[in-house]
């Protein structure tokens, strides 16, 4: 549809020789007074604006935001372009395939299904680290993820070429937010529209929620479920409340010792405690010029960690130096300026915006941290993180606790393969004095004769990984240097941690090898494992053989030190129960460390050849020299030639046989991508909204459930229903593969959702002598007694029955990564509504995406508080009302006693408050689903 242009606000911009038509944001009254990050909101609506679903009174509405006020106001966002990574990207994929079967049934013309919006697709969630600590480890890893995956890149292929404008960057190329800042992302795109050559702000949704990593860079973008990313594709805008935008103003500069992980851990902290769900964040003042553009892309990056929606920087010249660096053409970058200075987009320190709240940080207070062991919030002071663990292993250990620390015993004593605890005479004590809690240490003999102690909060896997530090040279540089002064003083890393190195992009490589610290860091085990998320989502791959035995067999509560992003429980490895987060030398050091209860203050990590202790400061390396090493080694030919052939890829991708054709030929056979089933019998017309009635309670869950507990991930366990599935289908355990690879099967993901090892569902206490187990089970009410089962299956049970069921969950429900398949596996469960204190922001809009609707219980109740115990049969009216074209502020609950509810148990009514938010959420859900309501609109 053609632009309305109410405001007159089209222009033209002369850049060197090329015009380009803009739309100047000027032209509406107020605009001068909005943050960055709302003015780049006003340009897309005043190029968007068509009267219906950009209006002149949105617009407007903009114009004249309240930096005060609550959002109440819609807007229609329509982002540049899509990025995606493929465990995400795959569904995407297949649905987009799947649409055009169904398009076609219901009369329509299926190449109208087709990316409007550029998508790109990065393919880096699917190396697993299996092979670490030598040489041929990331070709090996590259050649068993083809072996594993053959099937989705197959399909990924006859993608990039049956879609228009859908790139694909292959296996092995780098992590999509990294490839995003070094390379897609353009901060000011031009497009030819109409014949027309127009330029606008670059802007993005993605299909991860770290996207907000492109923030840095002064592009405004954000996570968003695979169901939004491909509504976004097909056109349709991005529905969202005009936000509050919060000013966090930078003063003084990041003191020695201190690293950006530091910085952005401190940010983390504060934020979380400040509170900023939901609102945007942008960094502003004097100090804004001093951060670099590595450093602000590792801030963007832990937005969701921080709740934000978006925590932008505005363009600089720090932005221009980082694009001429990275190898963008002279032209792109002169458009860069003149747009951002013309449309007053150019960051002026001197010019403060109106905020709606306001934080400020002297980076010069920032002090070395970590965080954990469950919460990337969960900031610690390096400085008090062993008597922090003392607190924390009482949580996860299991009976008393006897700790000698981790280390050689003596070569008389015969050892043993793992199985051999340590005996002691007396229970020993924490340095804060509480009893040590956890199983006894365990004596260890490797098979080329190595014997050590192996005991609880072992560092058993040390990792760097990750788009949020593999991007920013001065925290790789640093790891580096740490290894060769570590490799100087004659230390080594200690037999039991498994090494990792992840590089974000080849780029990383190159300066590695420029400046010879490839070799430090594989001569304490950091050997390249692939380019690709690895640890961070949990494809760390088995660890050292003796020790995982020892950890199983022991029940050892052991540690894993990563520098990425993520660090829930259950995440990182089935055999590691306490997961933290620090920067790439603090990785290195508890590599040499060997645990986390140590003190890097008063400890020595070694002695050197001397005989002389080797404390932590003594080979933390100097920033002089840090920054010698990137001025020498870091240059902008390197980013040209690496991403030259980005999009090509190597042999093995070009060698994929490929389909062709603009309609996928399904293999009935395959076990990683099937036809999906969200169109079957699909009508041109929706059927009424209808109340909920006679539904049973499928889990009773606790606060912070994350997506990482609801959607499948991990590896697929024997004996759950995932691998039911894949044996009855010929698949051999060895050939199980992810849950993430195997995301285009539906069949595989819905036995997988709500299967996390750590999910606790309440339910099963009743049947457990009130004992809460973990892992995907609940009680099926089906059955004689509601017994203890699988959640699958009793979902099967209760879809045969035709019985609704509804979900019961805590405060921050579905935070953390944006996965589609946390609310699509929830639908087919059978989930109908979704209960809870409050939302996360992304999770909450999927599940209206798949016509589940989220309801929160009243304020400051819980489902515990109501006297819910999740064995009531529920009902919910005043749904119904959606069909009037409006949407009910709040539904009546009725949960009524059943046969299995405790005796004297009365009914219990309340008034659920409907967080359909927006009047775009509420079609989607009228229509069954976000897709349906494209589908129909396209037919």
Not at 32 to 52: H, I, M, Q, W, Y
Not at 429 to 447: D, E, F, I, N, Y
Not at 778 to 793: K, L, M, N, S
């Given at each position: 549809m053609s632009t309305v242009n109410s405001f007159g606000a089209k222009s033209t911009l002369t850049v060197g020789s090329t015009d380009y038509e803009i739309f100047r944001i000027d032209t509406v009254e107020g605009f001068e007074k909005l943050p960055f990050s709302l003015k780049v909101l006003l340009e897309n609506l005043l190029r968007?604006?068509?009267?219906?679903?950009?209006?002149?009174?949105?617009?407007?509405?903009?114009?004249?935001?309240?930096?005060?006020?609550?959002?109440?106001?819609?807007?229609?966002?329509?982002?540049?372009?899509?990025?995606?990574?493929?465990?995400?990207?795959?569904?995407?994929?297949?649905?987009?395939?799947?649409?055009?079967?169904?398009?076609?049934?219901?009369?329509?013309?299926?190449?109208?299904?087709?990316?409007?919006?550029?998508?790109?697709?990065?393919?880096?969630?699917?190396?697993?680290?299996?092979?670490?600590?030598?040489?041929?480890?990331?070709?090996?890893?590259?050649?068993?993820?083809?072996?594993?995956?053959?099937?989705?890149?197959?399909?990924?292929?006859?993608?990039?070429?049956?879609?228009?404008?859908?790139?694909?960057?292959?296996?092995?190329?780098?992590?999509?937010?990294?490839?995003?800042?070094?390379?897609?992302?353009?901060?000011?795109?031009?497009?030819?529209?109409?014949?027309?050559?127009?330029?606008?702000?670059?802007?993005?949704?993605?299909?991860?929620?770290?996207?907000?990593?492109v923030n840095g860079l002064g592009v405004l973008g954000w996570g968003v479920g695979g169901i939004e990313a491909e509504a976004a594709m097909l056109g349709q805008p991005v529905s969202m409340l005009i936000p509050r935008v919060v000013g966090f103003k930078l003063t003084g500069e990041i003191p020695?010792?201190?690293?950006?992980?530091?910085?952005?851990?401190?940010?983390?902290?504060?934020?979380?405690?400040?509170?900023?769900?939901?609102?945007?964040?942008?960094?502003?003042?004097?100090?804004?010029?001093?951060?670099?553009?590595?450093?602000?892309?590792?801030?963007?990056?832990?937005?969701?960690?921080?709740?934000?929606?978006?925590?932008i920087f505005p363009i600089d010249d720090v932005t221009l130096d980082y694009l001429r660096l990275t190898g963008r053409d002279e032209q792109a970058?002169?458009?860069?300026?003149?747009?951002?200075?013309?449309?007053?987009?150019?960051?002026?320190?001197?010019?403060?915006?109106?905020?709606?709240?306001?934080?400020?940080?002297?980076?010069?207070?920032v002090v070395p941290s970590i965080a954990g062991p469950k919460r990337p919030q969960d900031r610690i002071l390096l400085s008090e993180s062993k008597a922090q663990f003392e607190k924390d292993?009482?949580?996860?250990?299991?009976?008393?606790?006897?700790?000698?620390?981790?280390?050689?015993?003596?070569?008389?004593?015969?050892?043993?393969?793992?199985?051999?605890?340590?005996?002691?005479?007396?229970?020993?004590?924490?340095?804060?004095?509480?009893?040590?809690?956890?199983?006894?240490?365990?004596?260890?003999?490797?098979?080329?004769?190595?014997?050590y102690i192996l005991d609880n909060g072992a560092v058993t896997l040390a990792a760097i990984t990750s788009c949020t530090n593999t991007s920013n040279p001065s925290v790789m540089i640093a790891a580096g240097l740490l290894a060769r002064n570590a490799l100087a003083k004659g230390l080594k890393q200690k037999p039991w941690v498994k090494t990792t190195l992840g590089p974000g992009s080849k780029v990383v490589t190159d300066y590695y090898e420029k400046s010879g610290l490839d070799k430090d860091l594989e001569g304490l085990g950091f050997y390249t494992v692939g380019y690709g998320c690895t640890i961070c989502i949990g494809n760390s791959g088995p660890l050292i053989d003796e020790v995982s035995a020892a950890i199983n067999e022991h029940d050892l509560a052991v540690t894993a030190v990563l520098s990425g992003n993520r660090n829930f429980e259950g995440r990182i490895s089935p055999d590691v129960k306490m997961n933290y987060l620090a920067s790439p030398p603090l990785v290195v050091a508890y590599a040499l460390a060997g645990s986390m209860n140590f003190d890097f203050d008063t400890q020595a990590l070694g002695t050197d050849g001397d005989g002389n202790d080797v404390f932590l400061k003594d080979v933390w390396p100097d920033p002089t020299e840090v920054q010698q090493i990137i001025d020498s080694s870091i240059s902008r030919d390197q980013f040209i030639k690496q991403y030259a052939t980005v999009f090509d890829g190597d042999e093995r991708w070009t060698s994929l046989p490929t389909p062709t054709g603009p309609i996928f030929e399904w293999d009935a056979d395959s076990t990683y991508v099937r036809k999906a089933p969200y169109f079957d019998g699909m009508e041109a017309t929706p059927a009424p909204v209808t109340d909920i009635s006679g539904a049973r309670v499928l889990a009773t869950?606790?606060?912070?459930?994350?997506?990482?507990?609801?959607?499948?991930?991990?590896?697929?366990?024997?004996?759950?229903?995932?691998?039911?599935?894949?044996?009855?289908?010929?698949?051999?355990?060895?050939?199980?593969?992810?849950?993430?690879?195997?995301?285009?099967?539906?069949?595989?993901?819905?036995?997988?959702?709500?299967?996390?090892?750590?999910?606790?569902?309440?339910?099963?206490?009743?049947?457990?002598?009130?004992?809460?187990?973990?892992?995907?089970?609940?009680?099926?009410?089906?059955?004689?007694?509601?017994?203890?089962?699988?959640?699958?299956?009793?979902?099967?049970?209760?879809?045969?029955?035709?019985?609704?069921?509804?979900?019961?969950?805590?405060?921050?429900?579905?935070?953390?990564?944006?996965?589609?398949?946390?609310?699509?596996g929830t639908n087919l469960l059978g989930v109908k509504a979704v209960i809870t204190e409050s939302f996360e922001r992304i999770h909450r809009s999927n599940l209206i995406g798949m016509g589940v609707v989220p309801l929160q219980f009243p304020a400051g109740e819980s489902w515990e508080s109501l006297g819910l115990d999740g064995t009531e049969i529920v009902s919910i009216a005043g749904l119904e009302e959606l069909n009037n074209g409006t949407t009910p502020k709040t539904v009546k609950v009725t949960a009524t006693p059943s046969e299995f509810s405790p005796e004297g148990k009365q009914p219990i009514e309340f008034d659920a408050v409907v967080r359909i938010d927006t009047p775009g959420e509420a079609d989607y859900y009228r229509n069954g689903g976000i897709l349906q309501y494209v589908l129909r609109s396209l037919v």
């Amino acid at each position: 549809m053609s632009t309305v242009n109410s405001f007159g606000a089209k222009s033209t911009l002369t850049v060197g020789s090329t015009d380009y038509e803009i739309f100047r944001i000027d032209t509406v009254e107020g605009f001068e007074k909005l943050p960055f990050s709302l003015k780049v909101l006003l340009e897309n609506l005043l190029r968007t604006e068509d009267g219906a679903n950009v209006t002149k009174a949105q617009i407007e509405a903009l114009g004249s935001w309240d930096p005060a006020a609550q959002p109440d106001t819609e807007i229609q966002f329509t982002p540049a372009r899509v990025v995606m990574q493929d465990f995400t990207g795959v569904p995407c994929i297949v649905d987009l395939a799947t649409m055009r079967e169904a398009v076609t049934a219901l009369g329509g013309d299926p190449n109208k299904i087709n990316p409007l919006s550029p998508a790109e697709m990065v393919i880096d969630h699917s190396v697993i680290a299996d092979l670490f600590g030598r040489p041929d480890a990331i070709e090996r890893n590259v050649e068993i993820e083809y072996e594993r995956n053959g099937e989705r890149y197959q399909f990924l292929r006859w993608g990039q070429t049956a879609f228009d404008d859908f790139k694909v960057v292959p296996p092995g190329t780098g992590i999509v937010h990294q490839v995003n800042i070094e390379h897609l992302a353009k901060v000011i795109y031009d497009r030819s529209v109409d014949g027309v050559l127009r330029a606008y702000p670059d802007t993005c949704v993605g299909t991860d929620s770290h996207t907000t990593m492109v923030n840095g860079l002064g592009v405004l973008g954000w996570g968003v479920g695979g169901i939004e990313a491909e509504a976004a594709m097909l056109g349709q805008p991005v529905s969202m409340l005009i936000p509050r935008v919060v000013g966090f103003k930078l003063t003084g500069e990041i003191p020695a010792g201190v690293t950006a992980t530091d910085v952005v851990l401190t940010i983390t902290d504060i934020l979380r405690k400040h509170g900023v769900v939901g609102k945007f964040v942008e960094f502003y003042g004097a100090g804004v010029a001093s951060v670099p553009l590595a450093n602000r892309a590792t801030i963007g990056n832990m937005s969701p960690e921080f709740g934000s929606t978006a925590a932008i920087f505005p363009i600089d010249d720090v932005t221009l130096d980082y694009l001429r660096l990275t190898g963008r053409d002279e032209q792109a970058v002169a458009l860069v300026e003149a747009y951002a200075k013309e449309q007053k987009l150019w960051h002026d320190a001197a010019n403060e915006p109106a905020f709606s709240e306001y934080l400020e940080l002297d980076l010069s207070t920032v002090v070395p941290s970590i965080a954990g062991p469950k919460r990337p919030q969960d900031r610690i002071l390096l400085s008090e993180s062993k008597a922090q663990f003392e607190k924390d292993i009482l949580n996860y250990a299991t009976g008393p606790i006897d700790i000698a620390d981790s280390g050689s015993f003596p070569a008389s004593d015969p050892g043993s393969v793992p199985g051999e605890e340590v005996e002691t005479n007396e229970i020993p004590t924490l340095s804060s004095g509480s009893p040590k809690a956890a199983s006894k240490p365990v004596k260890v003999k490797t098979p080329d004769g190595q014997k050590y102690i192996l005991d609880n909060g072992a560092v058993t896997l040390a990792a760097i990984t990750s788009c949020t530090n593999t991007s920013n040279p001065s925290v790789m540089i640093a790891a580096g240097l740490l290894a060769r002064n570590a490799l100087a003083k004659g230390l080594k890393q200690k037999p039991w941690v498994k090494t990792t190195l992840g590089p974000g992009s080849k780029v990383v490589t190159d300066y590695y090898e420029k400046s010879g610290l490839d070799k430090d860091l594989e001569g304490l085990g950091f050997y390249t494992v692939g380019y690709g998320c690895t640890i961070c989502i949990g494809n760390s791959g088995p660890l050292i053989d003796e020790v995982s035995a020892a950890i199983n067999e022991h029940d050892l509560a052991v540690t894993a030190v990563l520098s990425g992003n993520r660090n829930f429980e259950g995440r990182i490895s089935p055999d590691v129960k306490m997961n933290y987060l620090a920067s790439p030398p603090l990785v290195v050091a508890y590599a040499l460390a060997g645990s986390m209860n140590f003190d890097f203050d008063t400890q020595a990590l070694g002695t050197d050849g001397d005989g002389n202790d080797v404390f932590l400061k003594d080979v933390w390396p100097d920033p002089t020299e840090v920054q010698q090493i990137i001025d020498s080694s870091i240059s902008r030919d390197q980013f040209i030639k690496q991403y030259a052939t980005v999009f090509d890829g190597d042999e093995r991708w070009t060698s994929l046989p490929t389909p062709t054709g603009p309609i996928f030929e399904w293999d009935a056979d395959s076990t990683y991508v099937r036809k999906a089933p969200y169109f079957d019998g699909m009508e041109a017309t929706p059927a009424p909204v209808t109340d909920i009635s006679g539904a049973r309670v499928l889990a009773t869950l606790g606060d912070s459930v994350t997506t990482d507990h609801i959607s499948p991930a991990g590896n697929i366990k024997a004996g759950t229903p995932a691998a039911q599935y894949l044996t009855e289908h010929g698949v051999a355990q060895k050939d199980f593969n992810s849950f993430g690879s195997r995301r285009g099967n539906h069949e595989v993901m819905i036995r997988g959702t709500f299967a996390n090892i750590r999910l606790k569902n309440a339910l099963v206490k009743a049947v457990n002598d009130g004992q809460q187990i973990e892992g995907g089970f609940t009680r099926d009410f089906t059955q004689a007694g509601g017994p203890q089962a699988y959640i699958f299956d009793a979902s099967t049970n209760y879809q045969e029955q035709g019985t609704p069921l509804v979900i019961f969950g805590g405060k921050e429900y579905g935070s953390g990564s944006s996965r589609d398949w946390a609310a699509k596996g929830t639908n087919l469960l059978g989930v109908k509504a979704v209960i809870t204190e409050s939302f996360e922001r992304i999770h909450r809009s999927n599940l209206i995406g798949m016509g589940v609707v989220p309801l929160q219980f009243p304020a400051g109740e819980s489902w515990e508080s109501l006297g819910l115990d999740g064995t009531e049969i529920v009902s919910i009216a005043g749904l119904e009302e959606l069909n009037n074209g409006t949407t009910p502020k709040t539904v009546k609950v009725t949960a009524t006693p059943s046969e299995f509810s405790p005796e004297g148990k009365q009914p219990i009514e309340f008034d659920a408050v409907v967080r359909i938010d927006t009047p775009g959420e509420a079609d989607y859900y009228r229509n069954g689903g976000i897709l349906q309501y494209v589908l129909r609109s396209l037919v």
